[in-house]
């Protein structure tokens, strides 16, 4: 592959090729058509407008030129940060204010009669890069006044009033990898002639390239960081239901559905384990889905991924639910189950994402659901009870253009409760972070991602970990790990309508109780034998099983609950037995004092 096939194919996997739905006439010189109603940005053309920048900017930056750099989306701000502090330009965000640099003669500095204010800078920038120019147009008529050379992103919707200002425009969609990818050359571009200068005094330049590494921009986003951003900062769904049906028939549901359950003693697949009333979790996924297509009147279609050790019994499930857009296939490779040897945020670049998307693509069921206006995919890697689909979150990803977005939690509760909301997101480390099993992926960039030649694990790892991420609550994870977790979803705890999991409205405790279970009870069949009926435990905070022990009718269990039976004694908890705040450790305890 040549060097220039490389830095397209960079441009490609950061989606700089997506356009606006309509293209202005001035923009089609840098254009090459359109797919789905969507402007398709030539790639070359973006590459020859980088250039010119970047050469434009390095020329200044050898006259020791002053820079101005624009930007108001939160999402960008940390890579704008990171990429100041490595080029050594203080980030100056005083030109909020309005006729900041057409009153640049004019005194900045004022005295109140409590503090004094600073206003900025005296001296009118050299450039001006505006990473989103369509919401500055103020800076640009400003910039314009002064004549003042503007580096900025444009789209294929800008108008020309606009785009006429601009003196080196970069077409590209503003996605946040693009952004990064703008804001890494920028960088080096800054370091070459810095080092260049230093050189040319005869410093000393052995250190620059050490600098330059350990100043990259790409710390915050491939060493162990991704971008996370509050679920409760998201803007709310369209209200009108029209709005809401054409937002939802933008999503696909695609589930991997090729783990075992024999972690529990069952031989099929794990999502056919009754959760409650007969339902199974691949019951509750379809019912989900076909109570918004009923509700909404939209059509979102249950893609399921299937090995060959869980395609037969997945179609026996899918015979009660003829006539739902519903499809199964085959992946031609095993589905290797690793949660055991590798870390749990590692589990999303299993090798058979690759495969299950090669298969959307040669099939032609990509094609086909691109041509039906679909534009994203929820992918569900686990049994998680919670996965509904969110009309807020596809609008925030539609909106923002945003390319992989995972749903994700803090890793222990002492963060959780630590954690306060920041509505304008930041970057957080992995390994503070659980996550859920549950991605959204542009359809766009998976049809860019098989055009690859490079499709492969690695490549796919290497797509992930350009992803940002949502913290979503508790309410949104709901998993289906072990027999504990039955307990929980088939106790009193929580019910579900048209597959939506709802917690009892009479549990005060915001947390789920937890819930630990002996070896005793693993297996499924042994699990579902050993209970009469399921506990009550909407007043439960922790219980522990251990020993053979066998539940009654109508048990309520509330508080902290310990039940230790020893080697060789069975114990019975009786019918109708009230156990709060109880350790119990022989038969006689059950009726004894506290």
Same mark, same amino acid.
């Given at each position: ?59 200044? $930056? ?116 693009? !952004? ?54 998201? #803007? ?12 939802? @028939?933008?999503?696909? !549901? ?30 509750? $996924? ?17 893609? /399921? ?6 395609? @037969? ?21 095993? =589905? ?12 999303? =670049? ?22 039906? +206006?679909?534009?994203?995919? /929820? ?19 539609? #909106? ?16 959780? !409760? ?36 490079? $499709? ?40 579900? @309508?048209? +597959? ?13 109780? /937890?819930?630990?279970? +002996?070896?005793?009870?693993? @297996? ?71």
């Amino acid at each position: 592959m040549t060097i220039h096939a490389a830095v397209i194919q960079k441009l490609l996997s950061t989606n700089a090729h997506l356009g606006r739905r309509v293209a202005a006439h001035h923009f089609k010189i840098y254009s090459c058509g359109s797919r789905n109603a969507m402007t398709i940005i030539d790639s070359d053309k973006t590459l020859i407008c980088l250039r010119n920048a970047c050469n434009f900017m390095g020329n200044l $930056v050898r006259l020791k030129g002053r820079f101005l750099f624009v930007n108001t989306n939160t999402l960008f701000d940390e890579i704008i940060e990171e990429m100041t502090k490595a080029i050594g330009i203080k980030n100056d965000k005083s030109w909020r204010l309005g006729g900041f640099l057409t009153n640049s003669s004019s005194p900045k500095k004022f005295r109140g009669r409590n503090k004094k204010l600073n206003l900025g800078a005296i001296h009118a920038p050299d450039c001006v890069v505006i990473f989103d120019t369509e919401r500055k147009s103020s800076v640009i008529l400003e910039a314009e006044r002064l004549q003042v050379p503007i580096v900025g992103l444009v789209d294929s919707s800008m108008p020309w009033e606009t785009y006429k200002k601009i003196t080196y425009p970069v077409p590209a969609n503003d996605s946040v990898q693009f !952004v990064y990818l703008f804001c890494n050359l920028i960088t080096k571009t800054f370091l070459y002639e810095q080092r260049k200068m230093k050189a040319a005094q005869g410093a000393d330049d052995s250190t620059a390239g050490t600098r330059e590494d350990d100043l990259q921009i790409e710390t915050a986003s491939k060493r162990g960081k991704i971008f996370v951003l509050p679920y409760e900062s998201l #803007q709310p769904a369209p209200e009108d239901v029209s709005d809401l049906k054409q937002l939802l @028939d933008k999503a696909v !549901v695609l589930k991997f559905n090729g783990r075992l359950g024999t972690n529990m003693g069952l031989n099929g697949p794990k999502s056919t384990i009754e959760v409650q009333n007969g339902m199974t979790c691949l019951d509750l $996924v379809i019912n989900q889905i076909e109570s918004l297509n009923a509700k909404y009147g939209c059509n979102i279609p249950l893609l /399921l991924a299937n090995t060959v050790n869980t395609h @037969d019994s997945t179609l026996k499930v899918l015979q009660q639910h003829t006539n739902k857009n519903i499809h199964a296939f085959l992946q031609s490779e095993e =589905y290797e189950d690793d949660s055991d040897e590798a870390p749990h945020q590692d589990r999303m =670049y299993a090798s058979s994402h690759s495969e299950v998307y090669l298969s959307l693509k040669n099939s032609g069921k990509l094609d086909v659901l691109l041509s039906q +206006g679909k534009e994203y995919i /929820l992918v569900l890697n686990s049994d998680n009870l919670a996965q509904v689909i969110e009309p807020k979150i596809i609008s925030h990803l539609v #909106q923002n253009n945003i390319e992989t977005c995972m749903e994700v939690m803090p890793a222990s509760s002492d963060l959780e !409760v630590k954690e306060v909301p920041s509505h304008e997101g930041k970057y957080e480390s992995k390994e503070n972070l659980k996550f859920t099993d549950t991605v959204w992926v542009s359809m766009n960039s998976i049809e860019s991602l098989m055009h690859s030649s490079l $499709v492969e694990s690695s490549a796919i790892s290497e797509f992930f970990d350009q992803a940002s991420a949502i913290s979503v609550p508790k309410s949104r994870y709901l998993p289906v790990e072990a027999t504990s977790d039955l307990l929980l979803y088939q106790s009193d705890l929580y019910s579900f @309508d048209e +597959g939506i999991p709802t917690r009892s409205s009479a549990r005060t405790n915001p947390a789920d109780p /937890l819930i630990e279970l +002996g070896p005793e009870f693993a @297996d499924v069949t042994e699990f579902h034998g050993r209970f009469k009926s399921m506990p009550s435990i909407i007043e439960l905070d922790a219980l522990e099983v251990t020993g053979d022990v066998w539940f009654g009718s109508d048990v309520t269990l509330k508080g902290k609950v310990s039940i230790h039976a020893r080697p060789d004694v069975k114990m019975v908890i009786p019918d109708g037995a009230v156990l709060e705040n109880r350790m119990i450790t022989r038969p006689r305890d059950i009726e004894g004092p506290l």
